[in-house]
């Protein structure tokens, strides 16, 4: 019914900087928070960022300032611009959606497939 598809990611050095990008489709009537979470080996999996339909934006600690969420309503797409890369940000990044979906008519919390960010020393 819906799928989040991300791209994006890969192997940077420290300070780097990169991007991820995550597209729903299906059968979305409506999109209310989206956003990012990430999970390393061994570790839970935890919030990144996300960003509301209105485009407010929420940031775990220790990204603040070096990443930023946005998205495109109009394509149901969310991305996130990654500055200042540090080795502790490797983890496998997952996109996340609350989505209203046609049937069975009703709100439902998606995920993609996750996408590996790898930073080096």
């Known amino acids: 019914q819906v799928q989040l598809v991300e791209s994006g990611g890969g192997l940077v050095q420290a300070g780097g900087s990169l991007s991820l990008s995550c597209a729903a489709s299906?059968?979305?009537?409506?999109?209310?928070?989206m956003g990012w979470y990430r999970q390393a080996p061994g570790q839970q999996r935890d919030l990144v960022a996300t960003?509301?339909?209105?485009?407010?934006?929420n940031y775990a600690d220790s990204v603040k300032g070096r990443f930023t969420i946005s998205r495109d309503n109009s394509k149901n797409t969310v991305n996130l611009q990654m500055n200042s890369l540090k080795t502790e940000d490797t983890a496998v990044y997952y996109c996340y959606a609350n989505i209203y979906v046609r049937w069975p008519f009703s709100w439902g919390d998606y995920w993609g497939q996750g996408t590996q960010v790898t930073v080096s020393s």
């Open positions: 960003i509301t339909s209105g485009g407010m934006t």
């Open positions: 299906g059968n979305i009537v409506s999109i209310d928070i």
